[in-house]
């Protein structure tokens, strides 16, 4: 059993693109994964349930949280703070999966090096990969980033543990709560160079009527024009 932890809005339809995706080409045996959801109440004028609902169109085991306030970094703590799998997979509600993945890969590629934390997917197009590397499957980048990435278990839970529910949790991950001594992180090559993801939650907020507060590290969102 491999845990998913998901951060979500309330952003149905944009979920169910989401993890069709992601079933698709990654997450082909539902009964083979337990998805952790936590939907903050923010977003578009349904009900939250909508979402969990979307959640369980395609896996069989969901746990999930509505808080009453959203707040990005207590919603990447609740989740974090409730797996239990040796491996970790994080994946936010707004992301489009172009690629095929054996998830058996990654798994493999993170057993080879047990100072592997994280493997993620990458954001942007691999032109060069270096060929040593690209052998191995990953580019070691030691940057900790929430775009789809596989994390080992005992790491995120540590992280969870210790990341505070204040500040924007990537900019935690990089400045308090980064890699100390041999670890290491990669991201995932092994297709090859070309375009894994896609990303449309700039897109959403472009057209719909809600924004993130500037200043506010991404815990909080508000209405455009509200004042």
Not at 59 to 75: G, S
Request: with cysteine; hydrophobic share 40%.
């Amino acid at each position: 059993m491999l845990d998913i932890t998901t951060t979500a809005t309330i952003r149905p339809n944009l979920f169910y693109q989401t993890l069709s995706s992601f079933t698709k080409n990654l997450f082909v045996h539902q009964k083979e994964y337990r998805l952790i959801l936590n939907v903050d109440p923010i977003g578009e004028d349904v009900d939250p349930m909508e979402v969990i609902e979307v959640g369980k169109k395609f896996f069989d085991n969901v746990v999930y949280n509505i808080p009453d306030k959203p707040n990005f970094a207590q919603a990447c703590k609740w989740c974090w703070s409730n797996t239990s799998s040796e491996f970790v997979f994080h994946l936010e509600d707004d992301w489009f999966l172009m690629k095929k993945i054996l998830i058996g890969n990654l798994c493999l590629i993170m057993n080879k090096d047990i100072n592997m934390m994280s493997l993620r997917l990458p954001k942007l197009t691999l032109h060069k990969l270096e060929k040593k590397d690209a052998n191995n499957g990953f580019i070691q980048n030691n940057k900790l980033m929430l775009n789809p990435a596989m994390f080992r278990g005992d790491f995120i839970r540590d992280i969870a543990n210790k990341m505070n529910i204040i500040d924007n949790p990537e900019k935690q991950l990089r400045r308090v709560l980064k890699l100390t001594g041999d670890n290491f992180a990669g991201v995932y090559c092994g297709l090859g160079s070309g375009v894994y993801l896609k990303h449309y939650g700039r897109k959403w907020q472009k057209y719909s009527q809600y924004k993130k507060v500037k200043g506010s590290n991404f815990i909080t969102w508000e209405k455009k024009g509200k004042r």
